[in-house]
């Protein structure tokens, strides 16, 4: 949290130099309008079922304030919402950044949470603002930067804050204004003072400082996000080592994503790229060189500049069997830049070869000069474990630094190894020296780093002033899952793009994938003529990981025979050309009798599947309320839905009794379609009630309401059933690639939390509420990758290269712990005091909270164990109750019940 905060104030800093034309009429809300009693320039806006009131009260300073007053509220539509609204006031500029700031307190606002946006009422889209924030009961300061999607008249505008709800939001000294900087891109790799602006250039270092980018991906999950490539020993140009670059059929990454189109690629273009953003004055020119060697004469390879976000700038050369320099001078147009160089096997027109990299340099100026590294030494740290990943608690970790002596005599590298762990508190602290000789490289091992502990861990390594510091290292330690492990608590739609974060999660408790490629069109492009090869790599890829599959009928229509209106499909889909592919399949298929044949077929297919029989299988994505099927935008009701999974239901019973079928329009579970698909019958078709949320950071004891309601209206319409989240969102990232950062689409970054260890306690405290009003599976959202230097939140557990979010431990924990329970056969609620029991495993578990900033101690029972968020066992003498979760772990219930404070 201190590394994010530290972001936003060098951000805040260059927010002095913003041009300040105020573009928010009243503001300050000191102007009346006509009738006196409310602020000029702004209204309320809702459906009329909501009782609001907008008036003026006392200010933060005494003046006066607008302030928003809801006393009733109902209605499920998109107008259900209490609302303060500027309407045709604020004009923006397509790709202009923006500054917004206001002053806001609230009361008996539903889990305090209040939207924000700037939207084109003429297109009913958002303008790039759409956020969200927790409201005190006390004043308090917020800010928002934002970039404009498209120009936006004012005519079209609406400034709009609002919330769902009863509850009362007072807002003044709103303001929004230019500014003069846009998005700050970290880590920021400084180059005042060096000629070379590469750390670990010519990988003395081995793979420090460096990942691997490319271009040309199909799909949306990302692109390359490990170093694809090994330092080499025997082939170098300058120094003891290269790095190797060696593409061939066998060795080419491969590229998998299951949407829309299932993809599996191999990636024929792989270049090494440096970790961080250089920050550069734009215009100036700049070269980029590297020498290059390949195996054989007529090789192709890319010298290439990324300007933040995603602007490459490139340049093609030709390798031979010789070492060569080759250079690329440009002028890039933004202040944040990264480089890359690589192979290319397109442009080789080959289909295998090898490139050996050397002395890479970024300088400042029309020409290369002769190469230097960065600094004469150089250090950094890595580990040797997939992703900083240990497995072997009692072992602990084991980390190397690494350094390099560019110098004509001998140097000794001292520095400080500290490791935090996930409360920040300093785990591990080592004094290591190491001792370099003129123009080589050594390291030295330092083994058993946080001994007999599990969890989240930085390592950082600060070298004497004379050296450059090497980057911090994200690391974890777990106890992995078993591998016969067939079931877990948490899991996630979309399986990763790269098999080796699929390997990773995998250990780390993430037994079960949500998949999307058994699509109609997809296994039966014409009827009665299959093709499963498609899907089969896609579900089998997991399956051979010893995951599990929930096999997803996405879609309840192929091309050929939907009934699709070519009118409405162009309505809606506008000028998005995924949209106009995907919409016509959204429709119900001409003879509902043939979904369920389908589906019936999916099954005996996969009910014979190798390596593992498939189980479990969905039906369609978020119906009625979306565009993905059966949309109401097209005519349709949940009652359609009801009658086609129905058809479809009983013809997968038949064709395999044991199989178990998901249905549920996947909406959020206060959502009316939820209700609706309950009350009309639609669990008779559910084996497992399937919900979806991308709710606000709001406690999770928000949500105990939510879920007991829809615990006692199933069991008054034929259940209760199991219930499934196959899509959830809550995302963060301690250390963003950009401030202001985002995690995805506008619903993905409503669910982002102010830090990891915030998200890693809603995580195991969501599990305790929903878990204990039926919900057993929790899917992440989603299985993707950005780039690296990039957003990747929407990843959830893993940062680039695979390293640990915070997140990552702790799912370990939960599943280790708590597993998929029986059942939930007490839950406490005493003051601020929280305790949900669970029978799991044979034994009785509990997850257990209190109030913020309290610790109250336990008194543990002589059966009943304690352990931290991270799975470390607790000292009974030390044993306390705080705002993070723990777990408790003993016989019975009965015991744990004695352990708790009273």
């Given at each position: 949290m201190k590394r994010f905060i530290a972001l936003v104030l060098v951000v805040m800093a260059n927010f002095c130099c913003a041009a300040e034309t105020e573009?928010?009429?009243?503001?300050?809300?000191?102007?009346?309008?006509?009738s006196n009693n409310a602020p000029d320039g702004w209204a309320v806006s809702g459906d009329r079922i909501v009782h609001q009131q907008l008036t003026f009260d006392a200010g933060r300073d005494?003046?006066?304030?607008?302030?928003?007053?809801?006393?009733?509220?109902?209605?499920?539509?998109?107008?259900?919402?209490?609302?303060?609204?500027?309407?045709?006031?604020?004009?923006?500029?397509?790709?202009?950044w923006y500054r917004l700031s206001f002053w806001a307190k609230g009361q008996g606002i539903k889990g305090s949470f209040v939207d924000v946006a700037l939207t084109n009422t003429w297109r009913w889209e958002n303008a790039g603002l759409a956020e969200a924030f927790t409201v005190p009961p006390k004043w308090q300061r917020f800010e928002f930067l934002f970039q404009a999607k498209d120009d936006l008249p004012a005519a079209a505008s609406r400034l709009q804050f609002w919330f769902k709800g009863t509850g009362t939001l007072w807002l003044d000294d709103v303001s929004l204004t230019e500014s003069a900087t846009g998005q700050e891109w970290f880590p920021q790799i400084a180059t005042d003072g060096v000629k070379n602006f590469v750390p670990n250039s010519s990988f003395e270092c081995g793979g420090a400082n460096w990942g691997s980018y490319t271009y040309g991906l199909s799909g949306w999950a990302g692109n390359l996000y490990r170093l694809e490539g090994n330092a080499d020993g025997a082939v170098a140009r300058h120094g003891g080592h290269s790095l190797k670059i060696a593409l061939s059929p066998k060795t080419q990454p491969v590229f998998w994503f299951d949407y829309y189109e299932p993809i599996r690629q191999p990636v024929r273009r792989v270049l090494a790229t440096n970790r961080g953003w250089f920050r550069v004055t734009p215009k100036e020119k700049l070269t980029l060189s590297a020498f290059?060697?390949?195996?054989?004469?007529?090789?192709?390879?890319?010298?290439?500049?990324?300007?933040?976000?995603?602007?490459?700038?490139?340049?093609?050369v030709t390798v031979g069997r010789e070492w060569?320099?080759?250079?690329?001078?440009?002028?890039?147009?933004?202040?944040?830049?990264?480089?890359?160089?690589?192979?290319?096997?397109?442009?080789?027109?080959?289909?295998?070869?090898?490139?050996?990299?050397?002395?890479?340099?970024?300088?400042?100026?029309?020409?290369?000069?002769?190469?230097?590294?960065?600094?004469?030494?150089?250090?950094?740290?890595?580990?040797?474990?997939?992703?900083?990943?240990?497995?072997?608690?009692?072992?602990?970790?084991?980390?190397?630094?690494?350094?390099?002596?560019?110098?004509?005599?001998e140097q000794t590298v001292r520095g400080k190894l500290a490791m935090t762990d996930f409360f920040d508190k300093t785990a591990f602290e080592n004094q290591p020296a190491v001792a370099v000789p003129a123009h080589s490289g050594t390291s030295v091992a330092v083994r058993g780093v946080c001994k007999g502990r599990q969890g989240f861990f930085r390592a950082s390594w600060a070298a004497d002033r004379r050296?450059?510091?090497?980057?911090?290292?994200?690391?974890?330690?777990?106890?992995?899952?078993?591998?016969?492990?067939?079931d877990s608590p948490l899991a996630f739609n979309h399986a990763y793009p790269w098999q080796f974060l699929v390997k990773l999660a995998r250990q780390a408790g993430i037994v079960w994938w949500r998949d999307w490629s058994a699509k109609w069109q997809t296994c039966e492009p014409e009827k009665g003529r299959f093709d499963w090869s498609v899907a089969d790599e896609q579900i089998n890829r997991v399956l051979e990981l010893n995951s599990e599959v929930d096999v997803m009928i996405p879609f309840p229509s192929a091309l050929w025979n939907s009934t699709s209106d070519p009118e409405k499909v162009a309505k809606e889909a506008g000028k998005n050309s995924y949209l106009k592919t995907r919409l016509p399949v959204a429709f119900a298929p001409k003879d509902f009798d043939d979904f369920g044949r389908f589906a019936a077929d999916v099954v005996k297919h996969y009910r014979v599947a190798k390596p593992r029989t498939v189980t479990t299988y969905q039906l369609l994505n978020e119906s009625v309320y979306t565009s993905y099927s059966l949309s109401q935008r097209f005519g349709y009701t949940v009652d359609d839905y009801i009658r086609l999974v129905g058809i479809a239901y009983r013809a997968m019973k038949a064709a395999d009794p044991k199989c178990c079928v998901v249905t549920g329009c996947g909406a959020n579970p206060a959502s009316v379609h939820t209700r609706e698909f309950i009350e009309k019958g639609g669990l008779q078709f559910a084996d497992i009630f399937d919900v979806h949320m991308y709710d606000p950071t709001v406690p999770a004891e928000t949500y105990e309401e939510t879920f007991s309601k829809i615990e006692e209206l199933?069991?008054?319409?034929?259940?209760?059933?199991?219930?499934?989240?196959?899509?959830?969102g809550c995302y963060a990232d301690d250390d963003p690639p950009s401030v202001p950062w985002l995690a995805g689409d506008t619903s993905m970054n409503r669910s982002r939390w102010s830090s990891e260890r915030a998200a890693t306690e809603h995580i195991v405290k969501f599990t305790a509420v929903t878990f204990a009003h039926g919900m057993r599976k929790i899917f992440f959202h989603a299985g993707t990758c950005g780039p690296i230097?990039?957003?990747?939140?929407g990843g959830v557990l893993f940062e680039y290269g695979g390293a640990p979010r915070k997140m990552l431990p702790g799912v370990a924990a939960l599943t280790r712990l708590l597993g998929v329970?029986?059942?939930?056969?007490?839950?406490?609620?005493?003051?601020?005091?929280?305790?949900?029991?669970?029978?799991?495993k044979g034994r009785a578990v509990a997850i257990t909270w209190c109030g913020e900033n309290q610790c109250r101690p336990l008194a543990l029972a002589k059966s009943v164990r304690a352990f931290d968020i991270m799975g470390n066992e607790l000292p009974a003498s030390h044993a306390a109750l705080s705002e993070t979760p723990v777990y408790l772990a003993g016989n019975d219930a009965e015991s744990i019940l004695q352990s708790l404070p009273r």
């Open positions: 573009l928010v009429f009243n503001g300050s809300f000191e102007q009346a309008g006509k005494g003046k006066r304030c607008a302030k928003l007053e809801c006393t009733a509220f109902g209605g499920e539509g998109p107008a259900s919402h209490a609302m303060i609204a500027q309407t045709s006031r604020v004009a923006v500029r397509h790709g202009q290059m060697r390949a195996d054989s004469d007529g090789v192709v390879a890319q010298l290439v500049a990324v300007e933040a976000p995603s602007r490459m700038l490139r340049q093609a060569k320099r080759f250079e690329f001078t440009f002028a890039p147009r933004q202040p944040f830049i990264f480089i890359a160089a690589g192979l290319d096997l397109d442009e080789s027109k080959r289909d295998a070869a090898t490139l050996w990299l050397d002395a890479v340099q970024l300088e400042r100026g029309d020409r290369a000069t002769d190469y230097a590294p960065r600094a004469a030494v150089e250090s950094f740290i890595e580990t040797a474990a997939e992703g900083n990943t240990f497995t072997k608690p009692a072992d602990g970790a084991t980390v190397t630094v690494r350094a390099f002596n560019a110098s004509d005599r050296q450059d510091a090497g980057a911090t290292l994200r690391m974890a330690i777990i106890e992995p899952t078993p591998k016969d492990a067939k199933m069991r008054a319409h034929g259940g209760p059933k199991p219930i499934w989240m196959t899509e959830w230097n990039g957003s990747d939140a329970p029986d059942e939930c056969v007490k839950k406490i609620v005493r003051d601020d005091l929280r305790a949900y029991i669970f029978r799991s």
